[in-house]
């Protein structure tokens, strides 16, 4: 969906890197979200935020940490990237807890 | 923490054969969703459920919600290559206070 954009959309890096992976999104939505997919294990919750204040851990959130700078941008830091978080990473929003998500175009991460 | 199991893994039919996937959560769902992913893709929202034993109908696609609010199924009749790609379903819990738990979906393959 166009209304929210995932920067970069590719990205190989080394053990041990501090990555940053960005979404935006102009859908006026409280709710963002972060997930990672792996082949075979679905999407896993990572970390997701209410509004600009909150911020709750996902079903896994170790070694990862996120940044609400605004409504409209939700960040996703990988502190000391290691190999096991290569995956493709999505960020969502939604209007409400109820309501359906909207996903960005994916995040591929390759950690070597 | 909640659990959403979804069966088959993969399902290779013949194209205009039916297909079915299942879904069971370990906890009683206030709601839940259905997205498609395809290949190469990000989810799209499908459709929610919230009543107990709710059916909902989208052309081919056949959404059920069980009595117990805690088992769904999606079925598609007459498959066309179109269908391909994954079926997830995702389940909402607390007023969706914690977000949504997904399945690990199922891969729908078609022969011609």
């Known amino acids: 969906d166009a209304d929210v954009t995932q920067t970069p959309r590719n990205r190989i890096t080394k053990t041990g890197k501090r990555i940053m992976l960005e979404c935006s999104q102009t859908k006026g939505h409280d709710r963002m979200y972060w997930y990672r997919q792996d082949p075979g294990l679905g999407l896993r919750l990572i970390y997701y935020s209410f509004d600009v204040k909150d911020i709750n851990k996902g079903e896994i959130s170790d070694g990862y940490s996120v940044s609400r700078q605004a409504q409209a941008k939700f960040s996703l830091s990988l502190e000391s990237a290691i190999p096991n978080q290569t995956a493709l990473y999505f960020c969502?929003?939604?209007?409400?807890?109820?309501?359906?998500?909207?996903f960005g175009p994916g995040t591929r991460l390759t950690v070597l | 923490g909640q659990q959403v199991m979804q069966i088959p893994q993969y399902q290779h039919v013949q194209e205009g054969e039916d297909f079915t996937t299942y879904c069971n959560s370990s906890?009683?769902?206030?709601?839940i969703q259905w997205y498609k992913q395809r290949p190469g893709g990000h989810p799209v929202f499908l459709i929610q459920?919230?009543?107990?034993?709710e059916v909902k109908k989208q052309k081919r696609l056949t959404f059920q919600f069980g009595e117990a609010k805690k088992n769904s199924s999606l079925h598609i009749t007459a498959t066309q290559t179109t269908d391909v790609g994954t079926y997830f379903c995702?389940?909402?819990?607390?007023?969706?206070?914690?977000?949504?738990?997904f399945g690990k979906g199922t891969h729908l393959i078609i022969q011609p």
């Open positions: 995702a389940g909402l819990n607390k007023g969706g206070a914690d977000g949504l738990t």
């Open positions: 459920l919230v009543k107990s034993g």
């Open positions: 906890t009683t769902l206030s709601n």
């Open positions: 969502a929003t939604s209007y409400g807890g109820l309501e359906e998500q909207f």
